[in-house]
């Protein structure tokens, strides 16, 4: 029987303003434990909160990044429940009235650039809560507070994704986003995104089914698992005659299974409310269209304009613009006009990223410049070195100071386009080869690779190969 | 008179006069604690070593010939819900016996600048939830006018200290009436300021829309300069008005001619004692003479004020008095299974049953389901309240009333009829409900002995207006002084 699944999802993104929402303290991660708090944000008796105005303004850059309407006046409201990771007893966030509301976020579903609309109920402010430790030396829980009041948006998305590659492409194009307009740090493993999934099947054409949801989902690969099983598993029921029951349910991504977590009658009673200790945030017109013209080219009008103008398929469009400093450094190198864009943008995605990745780093971590690497590409299209001896000049200057010219001079790497030089090489590798001169002149011309291999041996790569071409072609028709 | 007897105002005449100095004024008033705290309980903690540290330094400054502040060298007592540094700060309750903050509340940093020495810690009503300071975990203060009779609350400790002479000053906290209820049952003068212009940084909340902290004293214009120090925009609290403030105590004008005084017939009702009723009533005849008119005004929706008062100061306090968990500070339960059990028995132990019956109302009419009916409706009445207000103030330029429809109650009196207990409120909470200043002044004695309140509230913002006016009519009463039987 066919079924089709409907997912929302609620993204919570860690932001990275340099101090925390309701405090002074710095929002910083990684610090000794408890080295972080004071007491307000560990809200000991008689302290008050006071709102950091930047975390307003990166929630409204987010909601113009995602077409939102912005509220000029919400309130903030306590969400109350007993955690010990919430040391106030209550979490303050926005229940009615939201910073933004009502947006869509347009989202790349194919290689041909096609995008499906995927609607974003609202956005609103929160603070974090601490962390529960757990240490074998203590039988009981041990709280680090450092993460309590470090600003949280939560992105609520409309019920509008009807599969987890719909979903993983959402996340990824709200975390793309997020880098963007530079508001998060976006590192998965430090929790800086997580998000609750929820899932609910439905026969095509029948009304919507219960959904489940499932809390603290921590990575997109987990989110995608998740969606898969929570499907699948509403699913059997289903189809053993059995009802799904709204339900909260605890993804274990380590055992790709979920677990019952409570079911509605459970469900907590947060008695929200108006936060008494602090005023109704009021953004001024001019404020919001301010923060509106301070927005970046987005990821997704960029993916459209590398495509359009500049004439590179998605599969590149879509790695470039994937992060901003990947696109800007692509974009300077672009500037230089001394070269191809597709060359830039092959070895950008190819040798570049490999060696980046092999040592987990980041561009801005080497000493690569657009212009050594426009350069360097020059000097391959140009031919005065081999595309192999680029891939040496790019290992030497990605980590050194030295311009790609110096490398080529200090490893000697110019190629060898003297005819007068590689004339000598072509004859002696055709004395040695008179095997292939038979074959190539029986028809299989495809022999001339392997001949020019050998050259290029013999020229120790410093042959310029198109010249070698010429050459043994030449020579052959003399023979 | 001696040195615990007097006012601010002429101890600090008698330290620039170099006739005194500040070690003898604290000396005289721990003196005093020492005869009179035993029968009174005003003090959770007497802050001795700190006092007279404080004293000296005062002494030093007069010996440099430094600028004095009008506060500099005078005992003040601080109610235990405002936090001292390094100084235990218990709200009265077993959930923080222990609990020392390792932070001033505002008001105190700006007490300690103004050189003022904090004598002790006062005791109150459990997290101020009370009108007779008898919810207290510590001890039960008395009315030093008679010592079979509660100071009022929940401010009884910050009342009863300066109506005993333990202190000269105190500051207290108003939700509902909390400063101008025993200010009124001890005889002293209290005022609740706008909401807004005192930091309540520092303050455990009780009910954070509507608490104040706010000064008692034994004279208006002792009020009006510790009102002076203490109030101004503060950074930390975001609730407090931006604007500037005058000086009050130098600019009492004492004078009330052509001040239309509003009188609101629904505050003389069949529930005020006749006694009051009269007291307040010829209150308002002797300010006549001295110039002021009176104006019927009606305020129709006060019946409505006390459920819509408690509906608010539960609903936030629910949510206020949550942290208390056991988890981080205070009380924690000794023998407990797990998580929930130590939450439940932390709480069960650690809290009064009147805090405790609060957190219930609170929590209930915040539930889902009843949240419409409760908590909305109580916030359209406040609005309905603090309009009939603006309403009232178009035609006059302060409103009197009793500040509570009887004089002290006995000990025990109430305690087992909450109902009966909240309505000792009844005058005084729709100032809170509206984020409005008033003052209680007495006002005369009734036929059992006790001392009886005038309330005078005013529009947001006019303290000097109230200042005016009390200190115009405390020239007529021949000025306000310590209780009777603490005399020296």
Sequence with gaps: MNYEMTIGLEVHAELNTATKIYCGCKNAFGAEVNSNCCPICTGMPGTLPTLNEKVVEYAVKMGHALNCKINPVSKQDRKNYFYPDLPKAYQISQFDIPLCENGYLDVMVDEKGNTKRIGVTRIHIEEDAGKLLHDESFAGSLVDFNRCGVPLIEIVSEPDMHSSAEAKAYLETIKSILQYIDISDCKMQEGSIRCDINVSVCRPGEPMGTRCEMKNVNTFSGAVRAIEYEAKRQIEVLEAGGVIHQETRRWDDAKGQNFLLRSKEDSHDYRYFPEPDLLTIVIDEEKIWRLKDELPELPNQKLKRYMESYGLPHFDANLLTENPDKAAFFESCVDKNNCKTKNISNWLLGDVSRILNEKNLSLADTALTPEKLTDMIALIEKGTISVTAGKTVLEEIIFSEKTPEQVVKEKGLAQISDTGALAAIVQSVLEANPKSIADYKGGKTNVIGFLIGQCMRQSKGQGNPAVLKELIEKQIENC | ?488
């Design chain 2, 1 to 488: 008179m001696e040195l615990f007897e007097m006012t601010a105002a002429s101890l600090s005449e008698k330290l620039r006069k170099k006739e005194c100095s500040a070690v003898e004024i604290t000396r005289s008033a721990l003196t005093q604690i020492e005869k009179k705290e035993e029968q009174i309980g005003s003090f959770v903690t007497v802050c001795e070593e700190r006092a007279l540290k404080k004293a000296e330094e005062v002494d030093k400054k007069i010996a440099a010939g430094e600028q004095l502040s009008p506060l500099a060298g005078i005992p003040v007592g601080v109610k235990d819900n405002i936090c001292t540094e390094g100084t235990l700060t218990t709200c009265s309750s077993k959930m923080l016996y222990n609990f020392v903050p390792p932070y001033n509340a505002t008001v105190v940093d700006k007490l300690e600048n103004a050189d003022a020495v904090i004598i002790g810690k006062c005791n109150m009503d459990e997290f101020a939830m009370g009108s007779s300071c008898e919810t207290s975990y510590f001890k039960k203060t008395k009315n030093p006018w008679n010592p079979d009779y509660v100071p009022g609350g929940s401010s009884g400790g910050s009342a009863s200290c300066v109506s005993a002479g333990e202190a000269v000053l105190a500051l207290g906290s108003d939700t509902g009436g909390s400063i101008r209820l025993p200010a009124s049952y001890c005889g002293v003068v209290g005022l609740k300021p706008t909401y807004g212009s005192v930091s309540r940084y520092g303050l455990v909340a009780f009910a954070s829309s509507l608490d104040q902290i706010g000064p008692l004293g034994r004279s208006v214009e002792d009020v009006a300069n510790l009102y002076a120090v203490i109030c101004g925009r503060d950074p930390m609290d975001a609730t407090s008005a931006v604007r500037e403030y005058g000086a009050f105590g130098s600019q009492i004008s004492r004078s009330v001619k052509g001040l239309r005084i509003g009188i609101p017939k629904e505050y003389f009702g069949d529930g005020v004692d006749p006694e009051i009723k009269s007291a307040v009533m010829n209150s308002i005849d002797m300010l006549v003479k001295e110039g002021a008119e009176t104006v019927s005004v009606s305020l129709p929706s006060t019946d409505y004020a006390l459920s819509a008062y408690y509906i608010i100061s539960s609903a936030e306090a629910s949510s206020n008095l949550a942290r208390f968990d056991g988890v981080k500070y205070g009380y924690r339960a000794e023998g407990y299974a797990n998580l929930t059990d130590m939450y439940e028995k932390t709480r069960s132990e650690g809290f009064g049953d009147e805090v405790k019956r609060r957190i219930m109302l609170g929590t209930f009419v915040l539930s889902s389901g009843f949240y419409d009916a409760y908590y909305k409706r109580a916030k359209q009445m406040q609005q309905k309240i603090a309009q009939e207000y603006a309403e009232a103030f178009s035609q006059c330029d302060l409103i009197l009333t009793p500040t509570s429809p009887s004089t002290a109650f006995q000990i025990g009196e109430r305690t087992d009829d909450p109902l009966k207990m909240y309505a000792a409120d009844i005058c005084t909470v729709t100032v809170n409900i509206a984020g409005l200043p008033a003052i209680s002044v007495p006002c005369g004695t009734a036929s059992n002995g006790l001392p009886i309140g005038l309330q005078m509230i005013g529009p947001k913002f006019s303290e000097q207006l109230l200042f005016n006016a009390a200190g115009c009519f405390e020239n007529l009463c021949g000025g306000f002084g310590v209780a009777p039987a603490m005399r020296g």
